[in-house]
């Protein structure tokens, strides 16, 4: 029987490889820090490991790893969170030795962290992008944005799911917004604001090691928490011709290795897609690409066993898949006009909507999310971590 670790066992992606691969016969070890988490509880998790805390010790959280890796037969390893995935690129070629595990090498996952490299690369390269500022306006105001309908978005260098991004209509505000930001998130850029009616997408990768694109899948951002950009509570499986050459064209470009997934918003403006971050690791809405057709860990599965198959690009658009809870439930909190939602938030029964986490086929899960809520209220390095974002 083929046998992969999952890490990171909290998180709603986690949970679409553990539900992928398990229905498919495989077992699934899956690792967390806690026994208090949404994967341990899927009755397609074969076995659960409990770690060391890759924040708090990331050596040990490494050496643990190698160890099991050692002495157990996995024939891959997902890495699901950017901090586990950054310990364990800078082991890549012993980790290597012992179970597959494709992805970039660490220095190209640290540069696309970076806003700032990345935006940088993307001019550089004739990607579209959003107008960007990367001095403090202390030295110089940006010489757009801030008029009728205009305005600056504030986006730390390094961060993900919107966290520490701050948006600015007026000028006036600009310097002590930015001042903000820069206390936890040092230098951060400044960008312009890109007006909504375009819609926001997301471009997901797939490619081997000689950066061959093996798979591909674009999803539309159809409502998020935060309301005005963040991680999708509901989105749609799309095709867009042009984000694909986009997405395509940066990945190639960047000489990527395993999975990406890069965001684009389409200026409404001048209908063009503007390339907002790169996330160098598996993404949250991982579930909709699964069940739209690109089984991302299925197809990584198959290529370490040396499988060759022709690159998965077309798969079912209009399926949708939402995270009822808590994602899309703040969304309909938080947002103004919560009772015309389009979708409506109370279409709960679509015959082509799934959940994230909600499965009558494997319910417990939802148990399991209520309990990693639960350790925020009690455990001080998850209190942390929520500070911090």
């Given at each position: 029987?083929?046998?992969?670790?999952?890490?990171?066992?909290?998180?709603?992606?986690?949970?679409?490889?553990?539900?992928?691969?398990?229905?498919?016969?495989?077992s699934?070890?899956?690792?967390?820090?806690?026994?208090?988490?949404t994967?341990?509880?899927?009755?397609?998790?074969?076995?659960?490991?409990?770690?060391?805390?890759?924040?708090?010790?990331?050596?040990?959280?490494v050496?643990?790893?190698?160890?099991?890796?050692?002495?157990?037969?996995?024939?891959?390893?997902?890495?699901?969170?950017e901090?586990?995935?950054?310990?364990?690129?800078?082991?890549?070629?012993?980790?290597?030795?012992?179970?597959y595990?494709?992805?970039?090498?660490?220095?190209?996952?640290?540069?696309?962290?970076?806003?700032?490299?990345?935006?940088?690369?993307?001019?550089?390269h004739?990607?579209?992008?959003?107008?960007t500022?990367?001095?403090?306006?202390?030295v110089?105001?940006?010489?757009?944005?801030?008029?009728?309908?205009?305005?600056?978005?504030?986006?730390?260098?390094?961060?993900?799911?919107?966290?520490?991004i701050?948006?600015?209509?007026?000028?006036?505000?600009?310097?002590?917004?930015?001042?903000?930001?820069?206390?936890?998130?040092?230098?951060?850029?400044?960008?312009?604001?890109?007006?909504?009616?375009?819609?926001?997408?997301?471009?997901?990768?797939?490619?081997?090691?000689?950066s061959?694109?093996?798979?591909?899948?674009?999803?539309?951002?159809?409502?998020m928490?935060?309301?005005?950009?963040?991680?999708?509570?509901?989105?749609?499986?799309?095709?867009?011709?042009?984000?694909?050459?986009?997405?395509?064209?940066?990945?190639?470009?960047?000489?990527?290795?395993?999975?990406g997934?890069?965001?684009?918003?389409?200026?409404?403006?001048?209908?063009?897609?503007?390339?907002?971050?790169l996330?160098?690791?598996?993404?949250?809405?991982?579930?909709?690409?699964i069940?739209?057709?690109?089984?991302?860990?299925?197809?990584?599965?198959?290529?370490?066993?040396?499988?060759?198959?022709?690159?998965?690009?077309?798969?079912?658009?209009?399926?949708?898949?939402?995270?009822?809870?808590?994602?899309?439930?703040l969304?309909?909190?938080?947002?103004?006009?919560?009772?015309?939602?389009?979708?409506?938030?109370?279409h709960?029964?679509?015959?082509?909507?799934?959940?994230?986490?909600?499965?009558?086929?494997?319910?417990?899960?939802?148990?399991?999310?209520?309990?990693?809520?639960?350790?925020?209220?009690?455990?001080?390095?998850?209190?942390?971590?929520?500070?911090?974002?």
């Open positions: 029987m083929k046998s992969v670790l999952v890490t990171d066992g909290h998180f709603r992606k986690t949970l679409a490889v553990v539900r992928s691969l398990g229905r498919k016969g495989i699934v070890t899956v690792g967390e820090r806690t026994f208090l988490n994967s341990f509880l899927s009755k397609y998790c074969a076995r659960r490991l409990i770690y060391p805390s890759p924040r708090r010790s990331p050596d040990q959280f050496e643990f790893l190698l160890t099991e890796i050692k002495k157990n037969r996995y024939h891959c390893l997902f890495p699901m969170e901090e586990t995935l950054l310990l364990l690129a800078k082991h890549h070629s012993e980790i290597s030795q012992h179970t595990f494709l992805g970039p090498d660490l220095k190209k996952i640290e540069f696309v962290r970076d806003k700032r490299n990345l935006i940088q690369f993307a001019e550089a004739g990607i579209p992008t959003p107008k500022y990367y001095s403090p306006p202390t110089a105001l940006p010489p757009w944005g801030g008029g009728e309908g205009e305005g600056y978005v504030i986006k730390p260098r390094i961060s993900s799911g919107a966290f520490g701050v948006y600015v209509k007026k000028k006036e505000d600009l310097i002590s917004a930015y001042q903000s930001v820069h206390e936890r998130y040092p230098f951060p850029i400044i960008q312009e604001w890109i007006p909504d009616g375009g819609g926001t997408f997301g471009f997901a990768a797939l490619f081997d090691e000689a061959n694109i093996k798979a591909a899948f674009i999803h539309k951002k159809l409502r928490y935060p309301v005005p950009g963040g991680p999708s509570t509901l989105r749609e499986g799309v095709e867009h011709p042009q984000i694909m050459e986009l997405g395509l064209s940066l990945l190639k470009l960047l000489n990527w290795v395993g999975v997934m890069a965001e684009f918003k389409v200026d409404p403006r001048d209908g063009v897609p503007k390339l907002m971050e996330n160098p690791r598996f993404w949250g809405s991982l579930q909709l690409a069940i739209s057709g690109v089984d991302f860990p299925y197809l990584i599965l198959r290529m370490s066993q040396g499988e060759n198959f022709e690159p998965v690009l077309h798969y079912e658009a209009g399926k949708r898949c939402r995270w009822l809870l808590l994602g899309d439930l969304h309909f909190l938080n947002h103004p006009n919560r009772f015309h939602l389009h979708p409506s938030f109370f709960f029964f679509d015959p082509h909507t799934s959940d994230d986490i909600i499965s009558k086929d494997d319910p417990l899960p939802l148990l399991g999310s209520a309990a990693t809520l639960f350790t925020f209220l009690y455990d001080p390095e998850m209190k942390r971590f929520l500070e911090k974002r």
